[in-house]
């Protein structure tokens, strides 16, 4: 059973900057890609960015030049650093991880990311 456990949401002031962290534990292959998405109040989960095992990375538009992806193959975690954070990227964060070759998607619960003044 694979688990993605996140961590490193919060309350930021615009302008600030966070970091999440995302864990994965399990059976998982080595083929794989992670990423980040999040849903905001009243819509749909959107992409906000991926990165696969040979670091090719992918971002939203909105993101782009703002947040960064990164991840330890070796410790199976992927981050997202998030800097100039806008009241606009509040959302819930979720990781999330496809594991190519078992053709199977995990998500995280999730982890709250508030930009507020």
């Known amino acids: 059973q694979v688990q993605l456990v996140e961590s490193g949401g919060g309350l930021v002031q615009p302008g600030g900057s966070l970091r999440l962290s995302c864990a994965a534990s399990g059976i998982i292959s080595s083929i794989n890609t992670m990423g980040w998405y999040y849903q905001a109040p009243g819509k749909g989960r959107e992409l906000v960015a991926t990165i696969s095992t040979g670091g090719g990375t992918n971002y939203a538009d909105s993101v782009k030049g703002r947040f960064t992806i990164s991840r330890d193959n070796a410790k199976n975690t992927v981050y997202l650093q998030m800097n100039s954070l806008k009241p606009e990227d509040t959302a819930v964060y979720y990781c999330?991880?496809?594991?190519?070759?078992?053709?199977?998607?995990?998500w995280g619960q999730g982890t709250q990311v508030t930009v507020s003044s």
């Open positions: 999330w991880i496809r594991d190519h070759p078992l053709k199977r998607d995990y």
